[in-house]
């Protein structure tokens, strides 16, 4: 008999759940691997039956591989270590509930382990909360592009603005596994960077530029830079670039960074805003590497599976 620990995985989000085993290696089981919508805006009885459905799958597909090694005459067992979840912040990772407003706001302050527990009551698997930054910059760190690397920072540009931090191989973390040094609330001009940088960011800029007053994201002004040569569309991510190079460059030097690693949708259109962003960290002394998350979904459910309890 041979046992095989397991982690069961989810990477949590506000329009869906994403979910995996993951084997002693570190590796994703691809057949394991799904995705399930997770109602994040809805009531708090669909968005806790969205879960439970979430769970009842990943533990099937468990079941699923154990009688498949049946049918091979393998001799592995399947062993589950633990349950790893990463949510995005506001998040009580300590209790396991979420503290968010603007989305999965239906069950706020609702610990989530009890609820766990319940559907599986025979079932004592250590059950560990992560942010998704740690997850993220973790998986990039032991998986993809921060491989090798030992001082990173990781920046998710999306809706919003994440950070993750790593030093000498370890996430760094505030009480309560909160990010270290996070940057979205950094003043900057009359406002915040993440008004600057990140979706809106982007979107006041094109609008500055244009006067524009139309409904519009940054995935609409990449799609007017890269396939409609927009000036003004390229401008904006230029400026982007400009300013989180400059925002950042204090905290890179300060840290000692090595390798600075983005994630998050809006980190797909760096040729975009990398030029003037490099221009930018050109001369911090410790930066050797600066690069893109190539698989984030993959990245960060693996993260969350190996970050230490």
Request: glycine share 8%; proline share 6%; with cysteine.
């Amino acid at each position: 008999m041979v046992v095989e620990e397991i982690t069961l995985s989810i990477d949590v989000g506000g329009s869906s759940y994403k979910a995996a085993i993951v084997d002693s290696r570190g590796s994703i089981i691809p057949t394991t691997y799904f995705e399930q919508p997770s109602y994040s805006d809805q009531p708090i009885n669909i968005v806790l039956a969205a879960l439970r459905e979430t769970l009842e799958r990943l533990f099937e597909q468990v079941q699923l591989l154990q009688r498949d090694a049946r049918l091979l005459n393998d001799p592995k067992i399947y062993s589950i270590s633990s349950l790893a979840m990463d949510f995005p912040g506001p998040f009580d990772y300590a209790n396991g509930q979420s503290l968010m407003t603007h989305k999965f706001k239906s069950i706020k302050g609702i610990p989530l382990t009890p609820f766990i527990r319940e559907i599986f009551p025979c079932m004592e698997i250590p059950i560990v909360f992560h942010h998704d930054l740690h997850a993220c910059t973790y998986g990039a760190y032991l998986y993809d592009v921060g491989q090798g690397c030992s001082n990173l920072f990781c920046i998710a540009i999306g809706t919003g603005l994440g950070t993750g931090y790593m030093k000498e191989g370890k996430v760094v973390m505030r009480p309560g596994k909160q990010p270290m040094y996070p940057i979205f609330d950094t003043p900057y001009e009359n406002g915040i960077l993440e008004e600057y940088v990140a979706n809106r960011g982007i979107v006041n800029q094109y609008r500055k530029r244009t006067g524009c007053t139309e409904a519009l994201d940054a995935k609409q002004i990449d799609y007017l830079a890269r396939y409609k040569s927009d000036k003004k569309a390229i401008a904006a991510y230029f400026e982007m670039g400009r300013v989180l190079g400059q925002a950042v460059k204090p905290l890179l030097e300060k840290l000692e960074v090595e390798c600075l690693i983005f994630g998050g949708q809006i980190s797909k259109g760096y040729d975009l805003f990398g030029p003037s962003l490099e221009k930018e960290l050109g001369f911090v002394p410790s930066l050797r590497k600066i690069g893109i998350i190539q698989n984030l979904t993959e990245t960060t459910i693996r993260g969350a599976a190996a970050l230490p309890h």
